[in-house]
Nanobody, 127 residues
Framework: QVQLVQSAGGLVQPGGSLTLSCAASGGASSRYSWAWFRQVSGKEREFVAAIRGGDGNKRYPDSMRGRSTISRDVVKNTVTLQMNNLRPEDSAVYYC????????????????????WGQGTQVSVSS
């Protein structure tokens, strides 16, 4: 049984940076594709970033492009999300997700392609 365990989030001032991490245990595969989503209470879960297993292609929504970087360690089965120039509207519960299934580049932002989910961690951006 694969489990994803996320690092703690935190409180960051606007313009600040924060790095989240997520580790997979109970399984091992260099083909893990990873993603980050976030959710504000009462709203739909929103895609933040993804990195596909195998070729390492990355995808970001317009709202995060240039402000965030997703990276992975295939040996340690971990993924990190570095976020810069954070804004109050980035405040949310952030979830990591993973899958060993193959999917095309166009599907990387879809929640349903990911089989495993982390516990979620709160990120708050406020002065």
């Amino acid at each position: 049984q694969v489990q994803l365990v996320q690092s703690a989030g935190g409180l960051v001032q606007p313009g600040g940076s924060l790095t989240l991490s997520c580790a997979a245990s109970g399984g091992a595969s260099s083909r893990y594709s990873w993603a980050w989503f976030r959710q504000v209470s009462g709203k739909e879960r929103e895609f933040v970033a993804a990195i596909r297993g195998g070729d390492g292609n990355k995808r970001y929504p317009d709202s995060m492009r240039g402000r965030s970087t997703i990276s992975r360690d295939v040996v340690k089965n971990t993924v990190t999300l570095q976020m810069n120039n954070l804004r109050p509207e980035d405040s949310a519960v952030y979830y990591c997700a993973a899958t060993t299934r193959n999917y095309n580049f166009g599907s990387m932002n879809r929640q349903e392609v990911y089989d495993y989910w982390g516990q979620g961690t709160q990120v708050s951006v406020s002065s």
